[in-house]
């Protein structure tokens, strides 16, 4: 997956749980993540790479009202940390602590909804393995989606289409021509 695409990821997979300002909403749930693990493999820079890591966090449900009824909103604070080990052995530490917030929902008709939701904070920061920071992303993001919310009394839904994505701050990690100079060499050992 290009980098782009991964750091696009959380965004929509959070999206899809989706959320909005307390006037509109009521609370539906609130999730706290205590170093929870997870482990997948995934391709960063062409290379194989097997990542394991922990996210922590407090994930905060809303219910919407009126036409929003079927719309769930959601403010997040998560932090992760992650290694991405190559083949080799020879790995990376990634990290990223950001807050995430639905803040506007508009009613297209139907279940449809068009979500914006901002990310705020360094939601992405490469180490080397003696631990010296490379690169760091910092800033906002702000993502516009739509979002069929099925109609049903339940979170989630489905990401129909992203219309934008606006990055406001450096965003290195954000693109393969610049994460990848950097990442090649720590992972092949060239």
Known sequence: MKASGRLLALPLAVAALVAAPAAQATTFERIRLDAVPYAFEDVQCGIEVQVQGTASGLINLRTGK???ATA?????VIAYRETWTAANGRFVTVTGKSSFNDVKAVPLGDNLFRFTLVEAGQPFR????QGTLLIRDRGGVRFTIVIDTLGDAAPG???VEQLDTSVRG???GFDDATLCPVLVPLLEGA
């Open 170 to 172: 450096p965003h290195p």
């Open 72 to 76: 769930y909103f959601e403010h997040d």
């Open 126 to 129: 490469v180490f080397d393995a």
């Open 66 to 68: 009126g036409d929003k």
């Open 157 to 159: 839904g489905i990401v």
